[in-house]
């Protein structure tokens, strides 16, 4: 008896499961057309609404000390120490304190807008700013490295700092992804449309063909009268 029901369990998951593919493919029209509003409604909100962010990167290098054309590898590995605490110091209010005076904004701004990494396996220090406008993106980077040189001169009495990459003016945004959200809206309506035709689905109960008369009744149907439209 038992092994009769799993079977009988089984068949209702198959044909439910092929009723719903037939229904998703019945809709396919609209679900291609819920696709393409979702990603046509996600471009326009990308282009019109959202703010573009620009990008401007320098990176600046602590040279180690050369010694008659001898590289000293005491300075190499102290550079490998220091480097943290020079990310340490850029990150810093002090140094962020002095940019934000210089450019007229204010220190919250700037650390919401600058990032400090130590770029990996390497010396090199990569100072990022990310905002509106690319020509201030690049002034904060710019103000940000020649303060930092000033400072370490000033307080470490260190000389070897090096710029190896200057800042440079964004021509195109670095964010919004206008190719990304295209694929999310379109995703996001797909899976919309495809959600309620699976609710419509499971939420019906209505006998549509004999074939459903036969399977919630329990008995053979012995004819059925068709259909005409006026």
Do not use: W
């Amino acid at each position: 008896m038992i092994d009769n029901e799993i079977v009988k369990n089984d068949e209702e998951i198959e044909i439910n499961l092929g009723e719903l593919f037939q229904l998703l493919k019945s809709k396919y029209k609209m679900i291609i057309i819920s696709t393409l509003v979702c990603a046509i409604i996600a471009g326009i909100v990308t282009i019109f609404f959202i703010s573009k962010k620009y990008e401007s990167t320098a990176r600046i290098y602590p040279k180690p000390e050369v010694t008659e054309g001898i590289v000293d590898y005491t300075q190499i590995n102290a550079n490998n120490l220091m480097v943290n605490n020079y990310v340490e110091m850029l990150k810093g209010n002090n140094i962020q304190s002095q940019v934000a005076d210089k450019l007229d904004l204010t220190v919250a701004q700037i650390k919401g807008n600058v990032s400090i990494v130590n770029e990996t396996n390497t010396q090199i220090i990569a100072i990022t700013a990310k905002t509106n406008d690319p020509e201030l993106s690049k002034k904060i980077v710019d103000q940000m490295v020649s303060t930092f040189k000033k400072e370490a001169k000033e307080t470490l009495n260190i000389n070897n700092i090096t710029t190896v990459d200057q800042a440079e003016v964004a021509t195109s945004p670095v964010s919004p992804s206008l190719k990304m959200n295209l694929v999310i809206g379109a995703l996001l309506g797909a899976f919309a449309s495809i959600g309620y035709l699976f609710i419509k689905f499971m939420l019906d109960t209505r006998i549509h063909n004999k074939e459903d008369a036969e399977k919630y009744l329990g008995v053979p149907c012995l004819g059925s009268i068709p259909y005409f439209e006026d």
